[in-house]
């Protein structure tokens, strides 16, 4: 079978997308990956042997500028245009899009051949992009029980979840370090009102036997070692965390964004986390809030989340070693998303 994916955008659209196409690869089919340019080396390096490449012209239509916004819808235009043309020479089998504005080239051209698409929702609350791409889709794949924000439609939706990469898949299920290990992740830029909190709060605590790996920007890196050493606070700090999943995986307690990424993996293994959503991003606020759902974790406004309620919460977690053991069993949710994923594009 010729299966076109289509990704693009952020790494949270391009991972479960390379996972997906390898095992889709590995199965037989042939995989063609489209994808923007800003993402290509990404894809490039991830993608599996014998598929090819492909290049859509697109970028997101979220910028506050009025010709920055009619310039981007422009080239997603064009690109759509360009797609519905090389579909007419080679018809792909099924196209599955993984959600971004990258994506809606491919969702649309698939249309209007009579494709059947799947598209893959990645939050607990739908983008723009794919509320968008909705009307020519077969089917909507999601990776939370519940969306909101799903518009009426005769779209089929099925619960699949989120790919990870195998190493999550490989830490799933494993015990508690039970060493007092603290994680803090604001993803591959840091989180400026984490270096604010968490420092003060940990500083506060009686308990000086916690570790903390505290992954921030490049530029804070230096006095937030300063900052730990100064107060007798055993840390790792640094800018960039290679294995995330050992990461998690070392820690008894996380905090962090609630991109679906982060939550997924963090359900994958099964550990427990406190989640300050990013204040401007409505799927964020939805990603939490499904994950403090399931008894795993704690979901915070950033308005709310200062070093004094973050002091009293860590001191209460860390001396009760077994209610952090009772989170991270509810934390914990089996991932089979790329077999549904595949099983659901092929059947």
């Known amino acids: 079978m010729k299966i076109w994916i289509a990704t693009g955008g952020t790494g949270g659209h391009v991972y479960p997308a390379l996972s997906v196409a390898n095992c889709l690869s590995s199965c037989g089919h042939r995989v063609t990956i489209s994808?923007?340019?800003?993402?290509?080396?990404?894809?490039?390096?991830?993608?599996?042997?014998?598929?090819?490449?492909?290049?859509v012209w697109a970028s997101g239509v979220g910028a506050k500028s009025r010709m920055r916004q009619?310039?981007?819808?422009?080239?997603?235009?064009?690109?759509?245009?360009?797609?519905?043309?090389?579909?007419?020479?080679?018809?792909?089998?099924?196209?599955?899009?993984?959600?971004?504005?990258?994506?809606v080239?491919?969702?649309?051209?698939?249309?209007?051949?009579?494709?059947?698409?799947?598209?893959?929702?990645?939050?607990?609350?739908?983008?723009?992009?794919?509320?968008?791409?909705?009307?020519?889709?077969?089917?909507?794949?999601?990776?939370?029980p519940n969306v909101s924000g799903m518009p009426s439609s005769a779209t089929r939706v099925v619960f699949t979840g989120l790919p990870v990469r195998s190493e999550f898949l490989a830490?799933?299920?494993?015990?508690?370090?039970?060493?007092?290990r603290l994680l803090v992740t604001g993803g591959s830029l840091g989180a400026q009102i984490l270096d604010d909190v968490v420092p003060t709060a940990v500083a506060s605590l009686k308990n000086k036997k916690i570790f903390v790996t505290h992954q921030?920007?490049?530029?804070?890196?230096?006095?937030?070692?300063?900052?730990?050493?100064?107060?007798?606070?055993?840390?790792?700090?640094?800018?960039?965390?290679?294995?995330?999943?050992?990461?998690?995986?070392?820690a008894d307690l996380v905090i962090g964004r609630s991109g679906a990424s982060t939550v997924?993996?963090?359900?994958?293994?099964?550990?427990?986390?406190?989640?300050?959503?990013?204040?401007?991003?409505?799927?964020?606020?939805?990603?939490?809030?499904s994950f403090a759902k399931t008894g795993g974790g704690f979901a915070i406004e950033q308005s709310r989340f200062t070093a004094k309620w973050l002091?009293?919460?860590l001191s209460e977690l860390f001396e009760n070693p077994i209610r952090l053991q009772k989170m991270a069993v509810k934390a914990l949710t089996p991932n089979n998303a790329v077999d549904l994923i595949c099983d659901e594009v092929t059947k």
């Open 171 to 180: 830490a799933a299920g494993s015990a508690l370090p039970g060493a007092s």
């Open 105 to 144: 080239p491919a969702v649309f051209a698939a249309h209007v051949w009579g494709v059947p698409t799947f598209l893959h929702e990645q939050n607990a609350a739908i983008g723009r992009a794919n509320k968008f791409a909705m009307r020519w889709v077969r089917t909507l794949m999601t990776s939370f």
């Open 35 to 55: 994808c923007d340019g800003r993402v290509q080396d990404m894809v490039r390096r991830g993608m599996p042997s014998g598929a090819r490449l492909s290049h």
């Open 311 to 313: 002091s009293s919460t």
């Open 264 to 289: 997924v993996e963090l359900q994958t293994i099964g550990r427990p986390a406190i989640l300050v959503p990013l204040g401007i991003n409505p799927d964020q606020a939805a990603n939490a809030a």
């Open 216 to 250: 921030t920007r490049p530029e804070n890196v230096e006095k937030l070692q300063r900052f730990y050493a100064d107060n007798g606070i055993r840390a790792n700090v640094l800018s960039f965390i290679h294995d995330m999943a050992g990461a998690i995986a070392g």
């Open 70 to 103: 009619i310039w981007a819808l422009t080239k997603i235009g064009v690109s759509a245009a360009a797609l519905t043309l090389r579909f007419m020479v080679f018809r792909p089998d099924r196209v599955v899009a993984f959600g971004g504005y990258a994506s």
